[in-house]
């Protein structure tokens, strides 16, 4: 007789769980699980025990999504691929003048600390309640897309735009850690006419301008 080895899976059936595969071996569907959630202070995914940061109570999501993976149900085909779209550019300039215009940097940073995505987790029963993350970071701290000289003593901000997804989005809001004021609050503005940036079902984010 042949004698091989099984696995047995026993699921919660009172919480939530991974519909993935893998998840006794450390990867989903053969493909490693990593998440860089950090702990406090540059963020605090790690202390709220957000599911994203842990196989265990991971519940779908980038992980889950690679290229050619599909999640239909079985009796789905698989659809042929129709996307089509036009992007349509408009660009106003100046010509350069060295005694007025100067370089602009582009930094970057993410609440969720590098996680690439968070758990909107649910209120108790019966409760109301928003849940918010935070991070804590530098000027030194945010990668520069445009090389950003490394002896900069200082910042001066000529435009903040903060990048969230709707629906569940509801503020963004920059400090000065050092003052504690407020230096940018974002607010989606979501759209109800047929106007340009004012497309009934989508959503704007208004950046913050000095």
């Not at 003593?153 to 989005?169: D, E, F, K, V």
Request: hydrophobic share 30%; net charge negative; charged share 20%.
């Amino acid at each position: 007789r042949n004698k091989t080895m099984s696995t047995l899976s026993l699921l919660n059936t009172d919480g939530a769980t991974c519909i993935c595969e893998g998840v006794a071996s450390g990867n989903i569907d053969g493909v490693a699980f990593k998440k860089d959630c950090v702990p406090e202070p540059m963020g605090d995914l790690l202390r709220q025990n957000n599911p994203t940061c842990f196989l265990d109570t991971y519940e779908g999501g980038l992980r889950c999504c690679h290229h050619e993976w599909f999640l239909l149900d079985a009796d789905q085909d698989i659809p042929d691929p129709v996307d089509e779209y036009h992007l349509k550019f408009r660009f106003y300039f100046q010509d350069f003048d060295p005694h007025y215009h100067s370089n602009l940097y582009r930094f970057y940073f993410q609440t969720e600390a590098w996680a690439g995505e968070y758990d909107v987790t649910q209120c108790a029963p019966d409760e109301e309640c928003v849940h918010s993350i935070t991070a804590h970071f530098r000027p030194r701290d945010m990668p520069s897309h445009f090389g950003a000289p490394s002896n900069s003593t200082g910042m001066m901000l000529i435009y903040a735009g903060g990048h969230c997804h709707a629906p569940s989005c509801l503020s963004m809001e920059l400090y000065n850690a050092d003052t504690g004021d407020l230096l940018c609050r974002h607010e989606p503005v979501v759209g109800t006419g047929d106007d340009i940036f004012n497309e009934r079902g989508y959503i704007a984010i208004p950046p913050c301008l000095w």
